[in-house]
């Protein structure tokens, strides 16, 4: 059975920073991409970052994110991190964590039906 747990959400000043986990289990973890997404109250779902299955030498992330927002994976602890810097209030959200067997690409990282396994997210608060 595959499980993806995500952790290390909370409460952060905007300006702050904070470590999203995602330990996946049931899988062989290197033959994924991984995703990030997120959904703030009454918006829909957003893709945030994503990275290559294998090593993953390749990693994308939205334009809102990107020089603030960092995704990685270490195949050893079958987790994959996403570390946010210079968080502002409207990074407030529920973030996921997402399992695609295979490959991403930066045409189609994004897409939320491309994942097969979904974690139930943590919430991520940025006061002003």
């Known amino acids: 059975q595959v499980q993806v747990i995500e952790s290390g959400g909370g409460l952060v000043q905007a300006g702050g920073s904070l470590r999203l986990s995602c330990a996946a289990s049931?899988?062989?973890?290197?033959?994924?991409?991984m995703g990030w997404f997120r959904q703030a109250p009454e918006k829909e779902r957003e893709a945030v970052a994503a990275i290559s299955w294998g090593g993953g030498s390749s990693t994308y992330s939205a334009d809102s994110v990107k020089g603030r927002f960092t995704i990685s994976r270490d195949n050893a602890k079958n987790t994959v991190y996403l570390q946010m810097n210079s968080l502002k209030p409207e990074d407030t959200a529920v973030y996921y964590c997402?399992?695609?067997?295979?490959?991403?690409?930066?045409?189609?990282?994004?897409?939320?039906?491309?994942?097969?396994?979904w974690g139930r997210g943590t919430q991520v608060t940025v006061s002003s």
């Open positions: 997402a399992a695609r067997r295979g490959p991403v690409y930066s045409v189609n990282y994004y897409v939320a039906d491309l994942y097969a396994f």
């Open positions: 049931g899988l062989t973890f290197s033959n994924y991409a």
